[in-house]
């Protein structure tokens, strides 16, 4: 088991340009989660997949996100129309189905100039 | 909504020393999650709380609810360098989303 990988490890994107990360759980883990974290702060919950149905959004996600599962396994993230405000590390994680640990991936960090 | 407080928000000790680290929310919940994080790396989960009454162990760490169970502790024993890093508490308070705490910043000495 490898666990969670993401890809990107890093994005460097000029304001106004589209960027998507992708998300590869541990194999098995049917629950896929999102979540953006800045400076000094916790990880902020923004999406919820369970295989691939999203079943939660944060109002933190605007329209100018959107996340996919296809099927059930790997994730991407598309943030469209960057802002430097969206300037942050994006982390996903997995849990499998039956219990309550949560593990993370390394994260992407975005930064727009 | 929920919020978990930590405490302290930044601490610096002398390697071999013990550190103890709390996490506080407004309701009673039944497992904590503690996660350490590294400059530039994921969150890497430590320890999962669930046993009240009983300390849960994983090498020097040690975690523990608090006696309301509205509070969790996160010890570490003779600490050393490479426990510098953002020590973060989290929560489950419904089905599947987490919150997490404003982290504990740990700062070690040699």
Redesign the interface.
Known sequence: DTG?S?DPRHKITKRGQNVTFRCDPISEHN?L?WYRQTL??????LT?F?NEAQ??KSRLLSDRFSAERPKGSFSTLEIQRTEQGDSAMY?C?S?PRTA????????T?LTVT | GQQLNQSPQSMFIQEGEDVSMNCTSSSIFNTWLWYKQDPGEGPVLLIALYKAGELTSNGRLTAQFGITRKDSFLNISASIPSDVGIYFCALRPGTYKYIFGTGTRLKVLA
């Open positions: 969670v993401q629950r989660y000094g702060q916790g990880p902020e919950f919820y369970q079943l939660e982390l994680a849990s309550y640990e949560q593990y993370f991936g390394p994260g960090r």
